[in-house]
């Protein structure tokens, strides 16, 4: 257990996470730590041992090996410490639908101890962040998918939790009310201070973590921040247009130590940081700079050179369009 | 190494209030419980579904087969002229305890399968409180659908007095409970319904026929005898049947329909003793099997 302290703001340590069933090995040895209010993202695609390892961190699978702890508790040890510690978003709906939005969050509170005193205040906080107090008593039935995923949020924040643990948070929602759940989800990191550890296979929301750990058969093949994944690739990729492409491109030769290469009429050439390249090049170039436009190598191209392979290929798997197939159809009820 | 084993250098937080104990586990127990009795009086329908099979039962056997066995019956001396209506009648409340505690239980079985049983499991609670709380819920609701049956017994002929009644309550919790314990027992380890039907109608129909709920176990081939006495149910039907028909029949008459073992009738204490066993039995597997965790 001590060879598990890597900071005093860590929030969630692992070391060495293992879980096999049976021949199967999930989760193969995974670290990481995620420190306190930081949005930690898991990224990679279905069958990658997400969820395994945020079960584990749940308390609802035991580790085959290794170490974790949430909150300054081990999940082995202590799973109710861990419990009250944190709040869950699960991928797939764990309401009571014929229960009222508050009767849902009644027996939540009533379940993880939040004081008598508190109660009704903690259900009128959490309703009012997600914007559903006009609809506390209606029955959860009536509700759309995605006001389900917000008063699953409300849910999961109503005792406090230090770690916000989202299971796919967004999945099978429209991109509009995708946004939402993201605008909620900042809210509650800036003015509640807790640290969201979530898993999702979706680019543009990995994209919004302070940090990523993108996963793959069982394994984290890169950690960081999603500049500095995407720095892995090559940095920035630049593309512009001068008066005189030819002296331009000798220019940032000599200049830059950068090999442009000439394509349909205007030059492009990979840098390190695009926004700083840029205003220099503009400045130190003797030719008038007609257009210019970086675009960074995302999360996509970061996936395939790290892994080999596509994210997205196997996001549609046979099982995981089962799986959209029943919550549309769950949600339609 | 800091005390309670949490990890060195980082601080357990000390406001939070600690879950555990036997706190928790009773305020667990209650939650669970109140819940499916929400649920239960949200779902009305489903509940007065639940008293139409007994009835169906009441009403056939006890006219259609009553009639034909009539003489059998109300002739027999030693039942001092007890009409088959009014023997049956207690094995009908006995049969809308079981199925609906039976069908309480599914409730497990439904949770797990549109996802609230995780968010019950996660909860920093000891999960005995699941099982027992789900035993509990399912008890009552069961009782309730007993307890409703009692109205009619001024149709079928048959005598309450208010001290019968009250002891009566306590006969079908009892009941309730046993049944209930194992419907949770074997909907732990179940994770499709189809699963949960199959095997509960293989067991409900025999553990309901077999129980002297339709006929007295006192004249049966010995095999049947056996099979009776092995049935849990029979130890919930035969207290609840003396009981029942205590104020319309005499005395030794109520006796010669007890159930026996070695030949002795036994005193209702001992046969609520015999199902208080078995249902404890059934929770503690229960109990175990959701306290796993892979």
């Given at each position: 257990m001590t060879a598990a302290i890597h900071e005093a703001d860590a929030v969630i340590i692992a070391t060495g996470l293992t879980k096999t069933f049976g021949a199967i090995?999930?989760?193969?040895?995974i670290d990481l730590d995620v420190r306190r209010g930081e949005i930690f993202g898991f990224l990679g695609p279905n069958g990658a041992g997400k969820s395994t390892t945020i079960n584990i961190l749940c308390t609802l699978l035991r580790p085959t090996a290794g170490h974790a702890s949430v909150a300054g508790w081990d999940v082995a040890g202590h799973p109710d410490d861990v419990r009250s510690a944190i709040g869950l978003v699960f991928q797939d709906p764990s309401l009571?639908?014929?229960?009222t939005a508050r009767e849902n969050l009644q027996f939540h509170a009533f379940i993880y101890g939040v004081p008598a005193a508190e109660r009704r205040r903690r259900i009128a906080e959490v309703l009012e962040m997600v914007e559903l107090t006009d609809r506390a008593d209606s029955i959860v039935m009536t509700f759309s998918g995605g006001m389900k995923r917000r008063l699953e949020i409300a849910r999961g924040m109503l005792h406090t939790p230090e770690v916000l643990f989202l299971d796919e948070p967004t999945i099978g929602l429209d991109p509009q009310t995708r946004r939402h759940i993201w605008a909620y989800l900042r809210k509650l990191r800036e003015e509640h201070g807790v640290t969201l550890f979530m898993t999702t296979h979706y680019m543009d929301e990995a994209e919004e973590c302070d940090r990523i750990a993108i996963i793959d058969g069982g394994q984290i093949v890169a950690l960081g921040t999603p500049s500095e994944l995407k720095a892995m690739v090559g940095g920035d990729v630049v593309t512009l247009a001068t008066a005189d492409n030819a002296t331009a491109a000798d220019e940032i030769r000599r200049n830059f130590g950068l090999d442009p290469v000439a394509d349909n009429g205007s030059l492009r050439v990979e840098v390190a940081d695009g926004a700083e390249f840029i205003p220099r090049l503009v400045r130190e170039a003797s030719v008038p700079v007609t257009s210019v436009s970086a675009h960074r190598p995302s999360l996509d191209d970061v996936f395939l050179k790290l892994t080999g392979h596509a994210i997205r290929d196997e996001a549609a798997g046979a099982n995981d369009m089962m799986k959209m197939w029943a919550r549309a159809h769950r949600g339609r009820r | 190494m800091s005390t309670q084993g949490s990890i060195a250098g980082v601080a357990p937080v000390t406001s939070r209030q600690r879950q555990g104990g036997l706190a928790g586990t009773l305020r667990g127990i209650y939650i669970v419980w109140y819940r499916d009795l929400l649920r239960y009086w949200r779902d009305r329908v489903r509940a007065v579904v639940g008293l139409a099979q007994p009835l169906l039962f009441l009403v056939v056997f006890g006219a259609g087969l009553g009639s034909s066995l009539g003489g059998a019956f109300s002739g027999n001396a030693a039942s001092g002229g007890l009409s088959y209506a009014q023997f049956v009648y207690p094995g009908v409340m006995g049969m809308a305890v079981l199925f609906s505690a039976i069908f309480g239980a599914m409730s497990i079985v439904w949770d797990r399968e549109f996802g609230f049983l995780k968010e019950i499991l996660v909860?920093?609670?000891?999960r005995s409180a699941v099982a027992i709380g789900k035993a509990l819920g399912g008890a009552t609701q069961a009782m309730i659908q007993g307890v409703v049956l009692l109205v009619l017994a001024p149709i079928i002929g048959v005598k309450l007095d208010l001290g019968s009644v009250l002891l009566l309550l306590p006969f079908l919790f009892i009941l309730a409970f046993a049944l209930s314990a194992m419907g949770v027992a074997l909907a732990s380890r179940m994770t499709s319904m189809q699963g949960f039907q199959i095997v509960m109608n293989f067991l409900m129909m025999p553990l309901f026929f077999l129980s002297g709920s339709l006929f007295p176990l006192t004249n049966v081939p010995d095999w049947m005898a056996v099979l009776g006495r092995l049935d849990p149910v029979s130890y919930g039907m035969d207290p609840i049947r003396r009981i029942v028909l205590g104020a319309t029949l005499p005395a030794d008459a109520v006796n010669s329909l007890g159930l026996t073992l070695f030949d002795q009738v036994l005193p209702i204490g001992l046969e609520a003793a015999i199902l208080l066993a078995f249902g404890a039995v059934m929770l503690g597997i229960g109990v175990w099997n959701f306290r796993r965790r892979e």
């Open positions: 090995e999930a989760v193969k040895g009571d639908a014929q229960l | 909860a920093p609670i000891d």
